[in-house]
């Protein structure tokens, strides 16, 4: 079993920038990919970014558009997502979640999920 929590959301002004993290417990999460997903109030999850256990990165083209950035740290057992030049419209709960395999950016591949964290970004 492996507990996800995530941390670093709050209030920005546009143009800003925020580090979310994401870390795990219960057992070391080093050999999963994690993801990152986003939520914004009356929308559908979207895919933000995913990075596996040996650093392989994938980029949402939609939602990170060169803005985001994903790292992870498997002696800290954390991901972190980076978060610059943000906009209004990257408003959103954002939750890391974990994959043992599977398709990237599906949702339902990824077994293990955080509780979120607010961003707001306001203009």
């Known amino acids: 079993q492996v507990q996800l929590v995530e941390s670093g959301g709050g209030l920005v002004q546009a143009g800003g920038s925020l580090r979310l993290s994401c870390t795990a417990s219960?057992?070391?999460?080093?050999?999963?990919?994690v993801g990152w997903f986003r939520q914004a109030a009356g929308k559908e999850r979207e895919f933000v970014g995913d990075i596996t256990w040996s650093g392989t990165i994938t980029h949402s083209p939609d939602s990170a558009k060169g803005r985001f950035t994903i790292s992870r740290d498997n002696t800290k057992n954390t991901v972190y997502l980076q978060m610059d030049s943000l906009k209004p419209e990257d408003t959103a709960v954002y939750y890391c979640?974990?994959?043992?395999?599977?398709?990237?950016?599906?949702?339902?591949?990824?077994?293990?999920w955080g509780q979120g964290t607010q961003v707001t970004v306001s203009s």
């Open positions: 219960g057992r070391t999460f080093s050999r999963n990919a």
């Open positions: 979640a974990a994959r043992f395999s599977g398709v990237v950016g599906l949702a339902r591949e990824y077994v293990y």
